[in-house]
Structure formats: structure tokens, C-alpha cells
């Protein structure tokens, strides 16, 4: 019973990674003083079965049954990788069905080791347990090998042998042999399966991603010495762009809007009402008369070379995701087209968008009660564009002031046809519309990271980010966004941003950052959380040989390095909290056991920082050996990923972390 997760009543699947290591739980009894056992049995989208793992009771008292396990094996194929058509073959709706079932041989050898014990009824107790261990060598269930089999047999001989001693003959049913084959192939009676608990197995980088966002129209921009004007990037002088990405050890590029800008109440700088003659406008007020969401803004270029930068990507080992913004400039062709899939007011006029206290006069909003199947239709159409030209992903903008169904509706079209395609919705809104939208099949979510900054808000939100939770919604963490700068950021300063970076990276199995992080550009504009002169309204002419004096994009290359050389650790459902004294100390750990890593060793992760930007701090931190399979007698041997320096930990550890030295560990368990 309650077997977990199950979120919804089961309507719409858990969602993991293929290979991500992911709990499941369930409520195992029987009756009287029986033996129960658990098996948890994974079956593939074809209905094959992958693997039969053993439950482990953590709470007799409840009932309660624990299993890890994986859903295939992960990988590093790209999705244009000729090898990703066998990935592609393992994607679909796999089922872990949990098995209960009479553990016949342990309630056998509970009761005759007491009566040998106390010369009670040996004969019987131990010729039931000959006949026991003769039956279970017969057991297909069991799946022996010839010498599994030979070995029960033996065993059946030696304890039906009256020759011997009662402790000879129990001894040959109680030893280290039979104990372990009893829990790789144990006798199975009264197999009682549950429903089948359905989980939507995806494609790598669905769960495990590094994310990269930069303005093209800035990449490569430079001032022109004749006129004093900037002159704007391209496309092509975006591979700087990605040749940058690559270096810090991102694998996704996210590129804001690159079709046309609208010339209709387009923005100036710092979201001014009024657009200067060399104010570029936002590349969110979509559509001018050049073209709409299927057009490259021939400011940046052309389709060829946006195809070009995508293959470019996809040399470096780079995926392309692409923001959609589903929205209008008035000069937009839609309007004109489509002059019903917008809402207008009482005196006729269509109405632009606002969320208030913002406005965007350069933006009208679709009404999707008029023709929501005609929008579809296009959509879809747009997306298969784009996917053809080399996308791979979409984030799309505002997802939740469109409705869910319609996203139900686009997203289940373009991965029937291209399963490959991920989805990231920027949705920073209430949980129950942020869930509703993963339900419906995006991928991975923006989420309320960068507003969780104490420790007791951090240590909340990294349980629900990797617990139950991520098996639904995958929240990816971003310090900062074109559209976010907290306070947190712009008062803490350099030690501020690789604080932030470090949660970010170790927080969440998918994380992200937007350029210009390495160049520590924190500052306000006044009265709102967002940068000034901010990048949305202007372009942005970077000085990058500047970045080495802040060691940020040093820091950002150690993390991704640091994820990749240790992914297996990597999961939404594998965070504990360690336990510290200091409100400006938190630790955490992640840690997948040795018979789900690949590589027969359990990989864990231990991160400590210091949440304080301008303080030192010393602290304690517990550390339970046993709960990530350390032997206490030996204790850990753990090196900081970061500094190379190496320790050895027991219980109760003592930090020190200091804003002009270390901010934080990423400890590694070496043995």
C-alpha cells in the first residue's frame, strides 16, 4: 500500500532522467509473525523487466520499505549523436511495480535457531528446513544458476542428515552463502505485486544540465572609434559566446529572442517609454514588418547563420536552447493576420500587456479563448522550424499567463514528433500553476531560488527541490536573470556571487547562469530588483579580458568540472541536511550508494558555505558516517574539490570559512 511517489493519484507520471538514481517507497505487511520481504521490479516502456532490487524495511514499526534505483543507464549522447537513436529507443513510460512477499526461509531460521537453542522439536524444525531449501532450488522465481542450485541442495542434504548434530545441520542453512543469496535470489512465496507506479523516463540533460545565457546582438559588440556608437553583435560573432560557455564547462546555450523587434512603442534604455534612434528596442516586443517568431532579426543575421551557430554548438558539444516568447509587438504580423487572437478594449484598441506595477506597451498578449487551436497549429509549426534549424530546447517566457491546456497541447505535438526536445518554463509564480505546467510536460522550471538566501530558507527549499517534489517538478537554480537581482547579490560583492554560484551549482542537479556573473555586474536599478541599464533594453559591450582579477568564471569552471567528474552524485531525490551550529553555516550532502553509480563506488558530495559575504565563520558540522556507507572505525577521507587541500572526518567536524579566503567546501569522499 501508499506506494510513493505518487503524486495526483498517479494521472500524471514521476519524471526522472535516464539513469538518475530516484527512491521508491511503500507500506509492506502480512499477516500474524510471519516474514515479509520487498522486491521492486523496473519494467521498460515495452513492458521488459530491468532489474529486480530488494527493499530494505527503515521502518518496521509502519511498515515502511526503501529501495534506490535507476531506470536504465545515464549518458553523455547528444541528441544529433548518430548513438542517440539507441537512447532515443529507451524513452517512454517505464513502471516499478513493488512485490510483496512471504519470506518463508528467514521465518524458518527465526524459529529453529531458537529450538535447536533450546532442543525443542529440532527433527521437524530442521526437516522442514531441508524440505525448504530443496524446494527453493526448484524455484524458477528464484532465477539460480547450476551453482546456486548445487549449493541449496547441498545445504537441503546436510540438514536432513541425522547423522549430525542439530548445530551441523542448522549451520548448513545458516551461514554467509545462503544469507547472501537470500538477498540476490530469495524464495519468493505468495508474491503479492502492487499497480504498477508509472514514471516518464527522459533523455539526458533532462534532469542533470548546466546553463549558459547570453545576448547575441552584445556578443562580439564593440564601440566604433569613428562615431563613438556601439556597434552590434551577430550571430556570427556569438561563437565567442560559445567558445566561452564551452571553456567554463556549460553544456546548454540560451539565447533570448533573435527574431525581428518592433518599432511600435519600443523601449529605450532601462525600460524608458521613449526609444532613443540607436535604442535597439526589447527582443520580447516580437515582430516588426521584417517578419515574426519564424524570422531571424536581420540585425543579427540570417537563418544560415543561425544554422551555422547551431552546428558550431553542436561541435563544441553544445545544445541550443531557444527562448519563446509567446507575445507581440504591434507590429508583428499576427496582428494584421490574426486580428482575433488578441484582446482589445471597449473603444476597439488592443490591449497592451501589464502585470502590474509593470507595463509593456511594446507587448500585446494573446487571447487564446478565440482561436486556441489555430495558435496551436502555428506554434507548432514555428517550433518544428526552429528544431529543424538545430534547437533543442525552448524556454519559454511567461508560460503561466497562457493556458496550462494549451501548453498540454504543443508540448505532447512537437515531442511526438521530436521526443528529443526539452522544455524550461520561466514561471516564477505560485506552486500550484508552477506544478500544473511540469505536469503537462515542461522539462525543468525557473524557481524561487535566488529569493532563498538564509539558512533556514535554503535548508527548506533544497528538501523540497530534491525530495519527493523533483519527481514532477525540476526547479533549475539561477543566481541572477536579465529580469532578477536581488539584494543578497548586489550587497555581498564578489564572495557574494560565488556563494551564490556554489548553491546554485550544488543545489539543484539542473543550474544556470546568465553572463555577465563573471564580471560581477550587481548593480540595482533603483526601485527594482533587476539590473540597471539592463541588457533586455541595450546592448551590452563587455570587457572580458577583465574577468580573470574576480575569479568568478574560474570558480564557475571547478563546479561544472566538478559536476561532471562526479554526476553519479547528481539527483533530485539524494539531498541530506548536516547538521550546524552557526545561522550563517549550511551543509549539505549528496550521495548515491556504489550499486547506482556504474562504477561500483558510492559517490558522495559534502558542501559547506558560508552564507556570509563579509564575516568569517567557524562551525561544527555532523556528520552521520553510517547514512553514507563510512565504516565509523575508519572514518572519511575527504579531498575539497575546490582547493585540492584533504581531510579526515568523523562524527563532529570543525569549519572555518572566510568571504576573502574560501566561501565554501565541495568535499568529495575519497574512502
Not at 532490487?53 to 529501495?67: I, K, P, Q, Y
Not at 509587438?329 to 471597449?346: A, C, G, L, Q
Not at 535566488?450 to 517538478?473: A, I, V
Not at 559534502?606 to 563579509?614: A, E, S, T, W, Y
Request: include cysteine; proline fraction near 6%.
Amino acid at each position: 500500500m501508499d506506494v510513493t511517489p505518487d503524486e495526483e493519484r498517479g494521472i500524471f507520471p514521476a519524471r526522472v532522467e535516464l539513469g538518475e538514481p530516484f527512491k521508491v517507497t511503500a507500506q509492506v505487511f502480512i499477516e500474524g509473525r510471519t516474514k515479509v520481504g520487498a522486491t521492486a521490479v523496473v519494467r521498460n516502456h515495452r513492458g521488459k523487466e530491468m532489474s529486480r532490487t530488494a527493499m530494505t524495511c527503515t521502518n518496521s514499526g509502519l511498515d515502511r520499505w526503501e529501495v534506490e534505483l535507476t531506470c536504465g543507464e545515464r549518458s553523455d549522447v547528444k541528441p544529433w549523436d548518430p548513438d542517440f537513436a539507441a537512447i532515443k529507443r529507451q524513452l517512454g513510460e517505464w513502471t516499478v511495480t513493488i512485490e510483496g512477499w512471504e519470506d518463508t526461509y528467514r521465518s524458518w531460521l527465526h524459529d529453529a535457531r531458537i529450538k535447536v537453542k533450546v532442543n525443542d522439536d529440532v527433527e521437524n524444525a530442521l526437516d522442514s528446513g531441508a524440505e525448504l531449501l530443496e524446494r527453493w532450488s526448484a524455484t524458477k522465481d528464484a532465477r539460480l544458476n547450476a551453482d546456486q542450485r548445487k549449493l541449496l541442495k547441498e545445504a537441503a542434504k546436510t540438514a536432513a542428515d541425522r547423522t549430525l548434530t542439530p548445530a551441523e545441520r542448522l549451520a548448513a542453512a545458516d551461514n554467509a552463502e545462503i544469507e547472501s543469496l537470500h538477498e540476490t535470489n530469495p524464495l519468493r512465496d505468495g508474491i503479492s505485486p502492487s499497480a504498477p507506479q508509472r514514471f516518464k523516463v527522459e533523455r539526458p540533460a533532462s534532469s542533470f544540465a548546466a546553463w549558459y545565457q547570453f545576448f547575441p546582438r552584445s556578443e562580439g559588440a564593440y564601440v566604433d572609434p569613428a562615431t563613438g556608437k556601439i556597434v552590434q553583435g551577430t550571430l556570427r560573432t556569438s561563437i565567442s559566446g560559445l567558445e566561452r560557455a564551452k571553456a567554463e564547462g556549460f553544456d546548454i546555450v540560451y539565447l533570448p529572442p533573435i527574431f525581428p523587434i518592433g518599432v511600435t512603442n519600443r523601449k529605450g534604455r532601462n525600460n524608458s517609454l521613449v526609444a532613443g534612434p540607436d535604442d535597439p528596442g526589447s527582443p520580447f516586443g516580437i515582430g516588426s514588418s521584417l517578419g515574426g517568431h519564424d524570422t531571424v532579426d536581420p540585425q543579427l543575421g540570417t537563418m544560415d547563420d543561425f544554422k551555422a551557430l547551431c552546428a558550431k554548438a553542436h561541435e563544441l558539444g553544445l545544445e541550443i536552447a531557444l527562448d519563446f516568447a509567446l507575445q507581440c509587438s504591434p507590429d508583428h504580423p499576427w496582428v494584421k493576420e490574426h486580428p482575433n487572437w488578441f484582446r482589445t478594449k471597449p473603444d476597439g484598441t488592443i490591449a497592451f500587456a501589464e502585470n502590474p506595477p509593470k507595463k509593456y506597451q511594446d507587448i500585446y498578449p494573446i487571447d487564446f479563448n478565440a482561436d486556441m487551436a489555430g495558435i496551436e497549429r502555428e506554434v507548432e509549426r514555428i517550433m518544428d522550424l526552429w528544431i529543424e534549424a538545430g534547437v533543442t530546447i525552448f524556454r519559454v517566457d511567461n508560460p503561466h499567463t497562457k493556458p496550462v491546456r494549451f501548453w498540454q497541447d504543443v508540448i505532447a505535438a512537437v515531442t511526438r514528433r521530436h521526443p528529443e526536445v526539452l522544455f524550461l518554463a520561466e514561471a516564477f509564480t505560485r506552486p500550484g500553476m508552477m506544478r500544473a505546467l511540469s505536469y503537462v510536460g515542461f522539462t525543468q522550471s525557473h524557481c524561487y531560488f535566488p529569493w532563498r538566501n538564509t539558512k533556514e530558507e535554503l535548508s527548506k527549499y533544497l528538501l523540497e527541490t530534491n525530495g519527493d517534489d523533483g519527481y514532477y517538478q525540476h526547479n533549475t537554480f539561477w543566481p541572477t536573470t536579465p529580469d532578477i537581482l536581488t539584494a543578497y547579490v548586489r550587497d555581498n560583492g564578489i564572495a557574494g556571487h560565488a556563494v551564490r554560484a556554489v548553491l546554485a551549482a550544488m543545489g539543484s542537479p539542473s543550474w544556470g547562469i546568465y553572463n555577465g556573473f563573471e564580471l560581477i555586474e550587481n548593480k540595482q536599478r533603483p526601485g527594482f530588483e533587476e539590473q540597471i541599464d539592463n541588457e533586455k533594453y541595450e546592448i551590452k559591450v563587455r570587457d572580458w579580458d577583465a574577468a580573470p582579477k574576480y575569479g568568478i568564471a574560474k570558480l564557475l569552471t571547478s563546479l561544472n568540472r566538478i559536476r561532471r567528474e562526479h554526476k553519479a552524485a547528481f539527483s533530485y531525490h539524494n539531498v541530506s541536511l548536516l547538521g550546524t551550529h552557526d545561522p550563517n553555516i549550511l551543509a549539505f550532502a549528496r550521495h548515491t550508494p556504489a550499486e547506482l553509480t556504474g562504477t561500483g563506488k558510492a559517490e558522495t558530495l559534502i558542501i559547506v558555505v558560508n552564507l556570509d559575504g563579509h564575516n568569517a565563520h567557524q562551525d561544527e558540522v555532523h556528520f552521520e558516517m553510517t547514512d553514507f556507507d563510512v565504516d565509523p572505525a575508519k572514518g572519511a577521507h575527504l579531498r575539497d574539490e575546490l582547493t585540492g587541500r584533504e581531510y579526515e572526518w568523523k562524527w563532529d567536524n570543525f569549519v572555518s570559512l572566510a568571504p576573502w579566503a574560501d566561501v565554501a567546501h565541495v568535499f568529495t569522499v575519497v574512502r
